[in-house]
């Protein structure tokens, strides 16, 4: 079974488009969180839920909200997409906040055409 | 810069072999963590070593830390063809951030 799961793997759409990657966790974890990976491997926060309340939001253009509906899920929603959100997104959960290990999904991997 | 500098940023070595990668960090930690992505993946959390703890071991991975230095190093033993992969540490400081470097590529040649 998988811990942390993301859909879509890939998803490649045009410039202002408006895109939702979902995440979903099956570890019984209070704590998800959302990072942005660039070509050169540079893995960046963006945000971090705890029990459904948002505990980190990095500097993050406004035209990314996160939504967590429960503990298990943290979607993400791209409004207006730009060629810079080109990019390996990440989701990840651990139980508890502030440095317990995390366990991460495959990715999903996003081309701006 | 508030994030975390591994080195070297490639490294090459054969099967059976060992490989020691260093991570430098800036601000106080809580813990530090290491973590291996391999190609196309997810990260896997590897160890965690806390800050009053100077060595940890799992298998063939040795993690050290030096606060005086604010520094880690991981090393992996008899390393086969399955540890190539990227290797980053993260500084879990004290302020609910994870402070991320910018991994280690480790290539093991058969």
């Known amino acids: 079974d998988t811990a942390v799961s993301q859909t879509p793997k890939y998803l490649v759409t045009q410039m202002g488009n408006d895109k939702s990657i979902k995440c979903e966790q099956n570890?019984?974890?209070?704590?998800m969180y959302w990072y942005k990976q660039d070509s050169k491997k540079f893995l960046k926060i963006m945000f971090s839920?705890?029990?459904?309340?948002?505990?980190i939001n990095e500097t993050v253009p406004n035209r990314f909200s996160p939504k967590s509906p429960d503990k298990a899920h943290l979607n993400l929603h791209i409004n207006s997409l730009e060629l810079g959100d080109s990019a390996v997104y990440f989701c990840?959960?651990?139980?508890?906040?502030?440095?317990?290990?995390?366990?991460f999904g495959d990715g999903t991997r996003l081309s701006i055409l | 810069s508030q994030q975390g500098e591994e080195d070297p940023q490639a490294l090459s070595i054969q099967e059976g072999e060992n490989a020691t990668m260093n991570c430098s960090y800036k601000t106080s930690i809580n813990n530090l963590q290491w973590y291996r992505q391999n190609s196309g993946r997810g990260l896997v959390h590897l160890i965690l070593i806390r800050s009053n703890e100077r060595e940890k071991h799992s298998g063939r991975l040795r993690v050290t830390l030096d606060t005086s230095k604010k520094s880690s190093s991981l090393l992996i033993t008899a390393s086969r063809a399955a540890d190539t992969a990227s290797y980053f540490c993260v500084n879990a400081g004290n302020n609910r951030k994870l402070i991320w470097g910018l991994g280690t590529s480790l290539a093991v040649n058969p």
């Open positions: 570890l019984g974890h209070d704590t």
């Open positions: 990840a959960s651990s139980q508890g906040e502030g440095g317990q290990p995390q366990h």
């Open positions: 839920y705890n029990n459904k309340e948002l505990i």
